[in-house]
């Protein structure tokens, strides 16, 4: 298990209260389901990309993508703006 630190941007750190907090998960499937319990998150969620270590996951099933140790995950709804 991983642990980690779970960031929050926009419209995710308003549904989700913080800007950040610690995670336990081995996998990005395994993360969105424990943080998607909070139920404004949750609406948020479905539209929002996520990036391991600046690395975009894409459209990956998130329960194939690995978080290594000490990760850093980025949850970025979409952005308006030009």
Do not use: Q, Y
Not at 10 to 25: I, L, M, P, Q, S
């Amino acid at each position: 298990m991983a642990t980690g630190t779970v960031r929050f941007w926009a419209a995710a750190k308003e549904a989700a209260g913080v800007a950040e907090e610690t995670f336990d998960a081995e996998t990005l499937g395994e993360l969105v389901t424990k943080i998607t319990r909070n139920e404004a998150l949750a609406r948020v969620l479905p539209r929002c990309s996520f990036l391991v270590d600046g690395n975009p996951a894409g459209t990956r099933d998130p329960h194939t993508v690995e978080l290594p140790e000490g990760a850093t995950v980025e949850v970025l709804p979409p952005f308006a703006g030009g």
